[in-house]
């Protein structure tokens, strides 16, 4: 009797190991066909992985190759899905919008990015904030990037400039130097702390013996702080 429960445990134990080999091919399948731009074969293997563990790693391969097949309706459905699933997932607005993008609903798609925005609490996590900020900047929205830091700031427990270096960081590369400065310099005259960190941004930002205009900017904005407050 012994024997016969061990052979049945071994056999339960063998069927488990297959059914996670057949898995992970599974996963490795699709990656590969994601990777390779076979974005119907890879869809039908993110369905059936997306639908046994709704992950937000595996929704997102499965929604954007759903984005890819022009499948919106079955995208749409899969986002309210995942909203439903990860309520606290703010970059979810922006793929509802993708969907209204791809249907050319202008008005719904800006709807979701200002929702998004607006969805910033003084519950939202740091990593949420950073998360939304840099999918905007992945689809090139900059100004709506900076929009999720000033609304981070106004929620922050530490200091409503948490997020000035972040906000800096993308007026460089926009090119506004003097919006980049006074975010900066902001900082430094909340806390002294921060100066440091802002001396070392400024000096990433900007090559002194080469870059006149910013430098003047800079000098400008300084001479200007201290006359306030010598």
Request: a positive charge; aromatic letters at 10%.
């Amino acid at each position: 009797m012994k024997k016969q429960i061990y052979i049945l445990i071994i056999a339960f134990y063998s069927i488990g190991n297959s059914f996670a080999q057949v898995d992970d091919m599974d996963k490795k399948l699709a990656m590969q066909y994601y990777s390779d731009g076979d974005y119907e074969k890879a869809a039908m293997y993110l369905d059936k992985i997306y639908e046994e563990s709704p992950t937000y790693s595996n929704y997102t391969y499965y929604f954007n190759t759903l984005l890819e097949l022009q499948e919106t309706k079955i995208a749409e459905k899969i986002c309210k899905k995942q909203m439903k699933a990860t309520p606290n997932e703010l970059r979810l607005f922006l793929d509802m919008a993708k969907v209204y993008g791809k249907t050319e609903k202008e008005a719904k798609m800006v709807e979701e990015y200002d929702k998004a925005i607006n969805s910033i609490n003084d519950k939202t996590r740091h990593t949420t904030i950073n998360n939304l900020a840099n999918a905007f900047q992945l689809e090139g929205m900059l100004d709506r990037s900076i929009r999720v830091y000033q609304k981070g700031n106004k929620f922050s427990n530490t200091s409503n400039l948490m997020y000035n270096r972040n906000i800096a960081q993308i007026y460089g590369v926009q090119g506004k130097m003097q919006q980049m400065f006074t975010t900066l310099l902001d900082l430094v005259h909340t806390n002294k702390g921060y100066l440091v960190s802002v001396q070392s941004s400024i000096a990433n930002a900007i090559d002194f013996s080469l870059d006149e205009k910013p430098v003047g900017l800079l000098k400008m904005e300084l001479l200007k702080r201290s006359q306030k407050k010598p």
